[in-house]
């Protein structure tokens, strides 16, 4: 708290109503010297006091202890602001989990299919053969789950029949019919089944 800036505040709010100190000193009940100390910032009003002068000045106690006015409509237009930054980072943070989720998903589907492929044309039909076949198959079954928790975790789906944005559980997601990052998943609002689509952001 500054307690200058609050002196020179109550000073100027008592100038804007045209009393003086020994006027406002009488509606609160207390000496002018205790007026004049306040404005000089070298005290603060007594916490009983702090509602009347408040009410006497027009001011909120919020006003006085932060020794200016507070504007309602720079308020509003700063928390709006705030709220539009925090937005736009989760649909940044959104964006690069999808850009993972399709890097994981191509690079090991084609590392998969490069695997089989060389496998298939250099060795003998046999155990190693096989052996290559089930492990590659794992390890991308693997990737496809990873590459399925990160989709789960970006963003939203938007359900097609009442436009609520929901996060499916990573179970409904994985069971879930789906064209490329569209799923029919059932909508916990309205409780319809419907193609949801992916979207970054909530509103
Ligand atoms: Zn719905």
Request: aromatic share 8%; hydrophobic share 40%; with cysteine.
């Amino acid at each position: 708290m500054d307690i200058i800036k609050i002196g020179k505040f109550i000073a100027s709010c008592r100038k804007n109503k045209n009393i003086t100190q020994e006027q406002l000193a009488e509606k609160l009940y207390i000496t002018d010297r205790a007026v004049s100390k306040w404005e000089r910032g070298l005290s603060l009003p007594d916490a009983d006091k702090m509602l009347d002068l408040c009410n006497i000045l027009d001011i909120s106690v919020n006003e006085l202890l932060n020794g200016e006015k507070i504007n309602m409509k720079d308020y509003e237009k700063k928390t709006e602001e705030l709220l539009v930054e925090l937005a736009k980072q989760d649909e940044l943070k959104n964006r690069k989990l999808m850009t993972a989720m399709w890097t994981i998903l191509i690079t090991s589907l084609a590392f998969y299919l490069g695997i089989l492929l060389i496998a298939v044309n250099t060795l003998e039909e046999g155990w190693l053969l096989g052996v290559i076949i089930c492990t590659s198959t794992i390890l991308l079954l693997i990737a496809g789950f990873i590459a399925l928790k990160l989709e789960v975790e970006a963003g939203y789906y938007e359900c097609k029949n009442c436009h609520h944005k929901f996060v499916p559980t990573y179970k409904e997601a994985l069971f879930a019919m789906h064209m490329s990052t569209t799923r029919h998943l059932k909508c916990p609002k309205c409780h319809e089944k419907s193609w949801a689509k992916k979207v970054m952001s909530k509103d």
